[in-house]
């Protein structure tokens, strides 16, 4: 079975990209600036059901490939490195844009929220690398049944994105006010979580223990 350090490593890594703006994140806080908080949580829904589709992948067998091709697994994994470091410069960059900063969209229905955002999560790279390069690194098959260890770190990983995104929804007005009167602390935001990210993707690049992972 999985191990806690697994756990833990996963829920990190699912922490620092909840927290990093990417296409989730603007739209939900600008779904819920522009049309209230009941707004945000459907689109929140429609993402949750986005992740659930990723999950079913990963226990469908995503890793099963990278056992059977070693090196598709290592060039997923750089690839993985690569976008986390493109996320922490978009965060790190001068004139960097806090995701609490909206942009304005025009009402939408309750079926047109969900739909939009589950398309918005399925079409986000930040998920498709994380099930699809980082969660197999806190798989080691000597453990157990691959899949039943991708379904526990899915949901882990999906437990703290939902937890984090149902309070972005639920403040997203209050924090866009206080962080637009305050744009050091906008900046702050922008640098503490681009440096987590440059971090793991450091850690990711350079890390050859895992690589077992993707061996029969």
Known sequence: MVTVGAVLGIA???????????????????RSVTQGRR????????????????????????????????PLYVAVKLAGAAYLLWLAWQALRPGGRSAFAPAPLPPDRPRRLFTMGLVTNLLN???AILYVSLLPQFIDPARGHVAVQSLLLGLTQISIALTVNGLIVLTAGTVSAFLTRRPAWARAQRYVM????????????ADRSRAAVATP
């Open 39 to 70: 707004a945000g949580l459907v689109s929140l829904l429609g993402v949750a059901v986005g992740f659930l589709v990723y999950l079913g992948a990963a226990v469908a067998g995503i890793a099963t490939v990278f056992m059977l091709v070693p």
């Open 12 to 30: 990190l890594v699912a922490l620092g990209l909840v927290l990093t703006p990417g296409p989730n994140m603007v739209y939900l806080v600008s």
């Open 125 to 127: 790279p930040k998920i």
């Open 194 to 205: 681009g440096s987590v990210l440059a971090g793991l993707a450091i850690r990711i690049a």
